[in-house]
Each structure stands twice: as structure tokens, then as C-alpha cells.
């Protein structure tokens, strides 16, 4: 059995978790969010969401973890939102915003100006002396990963300076230059 299947999912005060025709929607204080689903029993029983699998096979016991975690990740989104925060490390390199377009200027010949999702909130903080970040913010939590990978991927941090976009605590595997 799935361990992370068979754990019921709670849902907190001032979320209404509605199913209906494959389609769960969560509502809370954040937002509304739905996701669809197949194969998978899925009942609110009086607080708590439980997910059951019709048979043992592995489509049905991959669906059944899967579809529990998207359930919680969206009570958890429309709860306490999600939060991705981005470090642009190099000289020059800076960010700014206007509203939903992130201006970026990572080392090119122009800067990269990004339109942000109406969704995700955007905020940039540039303090004297440290590096640029990127702040996204949302009740979407697939929608906040894929942002902030798309930034991440216009200038991936690279191993021998470390130079480039990379999430905030993230660990570079660093390489020696050569050697004289």
C-alpha cells in the first residue's frame, strides 16, 4: 500500500474541497484551484479527504500518491501560499519589476523582460552590498515551480564561478579552474 496514498488528507478551517464529475476544486482564503483525476476514489468524509485505489496495479498505485499529494499541495496553496525565491549572483546583474514584467539583467547584450502570470506575485528586492532576488509568490504551486524554472533557465548558475540564476539555499557543485 502507498504510504503516502492511504494517509487521509485534513482540510482546514475556511477550505471547501468540492468533487464532482473527476474534478476536485479546493476554495479558500487564496484562491480556487481544480484538478482533474481518473481511476481514483476519492470522498470527503466529514473533515478529511481519503483516496482509494480499485486494484493493485501500478498505474492505479502510481495515480493513487500522486493524486493525494496534488490535493494537499492545493489545500496547503490556497492556505498558506507557496513561495519560490530566486538569487541572481554576478556582477551587474540586477532585477526590477513594473507590476506583472520582471526586468532582468543577467549578463546579455539586452535585458530579458518577462511576463509574469497574473497569479504569481512578482517582487525583487536589491539590497547594497548582496545579491538581487526574485520573490514569486502564489496559491498555485506547479504554476510558481514552472516560473521560476523558466527565469532559472535564461542563466543557469555554473560550476567554476557559480555565476548565474540559482534558488535561494541551493547547494552549486563547484569545479577547480585549471590548474598551472
Known amino acids: 500500500m ?9 482540510i482546514p478551517d475556511g477550505v471547501t474541497v ?17 484538478q482533474e483525476f481518473s481511476e481514483i476514489t476519492i470522498k470527503n468524509e466529514g473533515g478529511t479527504i481519503v483516496l482509494e485505489r480499485p486494484t493493485e496495479g501500478k498505474d492505479h498505485r502510481a495515480k493513487h500518491g500522486l493524486y493525494r499529494a496534488l490535493i494537499n499541495n492545493m489545500i496547503e496553496g490556497v492556505t498558506n501560499g507557496w513561495t519560490k525565491e530566486l538569487e541572481l549572483v554576478g556582477v551587474g546583474y540586477r532585477a ?43 496559491h498555485d504551486k506547479q504554476l510558481v515551480g514552472q516560473v521560476a524554472a523558466k527565469i532559472r533557465g535564461f542563466r543557469k548558475p555554473e560550476p567554476y564561478k557559480g555565476k548565474g540564476v540559482k534558488f535561494v539555499g541551493e547547494q552549486i557543485r563547484r569545479k577547480a579552474g585549471k590548474s598551472a
Open 18 to 34: 468540492e468533487i464532482k464529475d473527476n474534478v476536485v476544486t479546493v476554495k479558500g482564503k487564496l484562491g480556487e484551484l481544480s
Open 96 to 138: 526590477s519589476n513594473q507590476g506583472q514584467k520582471l526586468d532582468l539583467a543577467i549578463g546579455f547584450s539586452h535585458n530579458i523582460v518577462m511576463d509574469i502570470a497574473p497569479e504569481v506575485k512578482v517582487e525583487t528586492i536589491s539590497e547594497k552590498g548582496k545579491n538581487p532576488k526574485v520573490k514569486l509568490t502564489s
Open 2 to 10: 502507498s504510504r503516502i496514498g492511504k494517509s487521509p488528507v485534513a
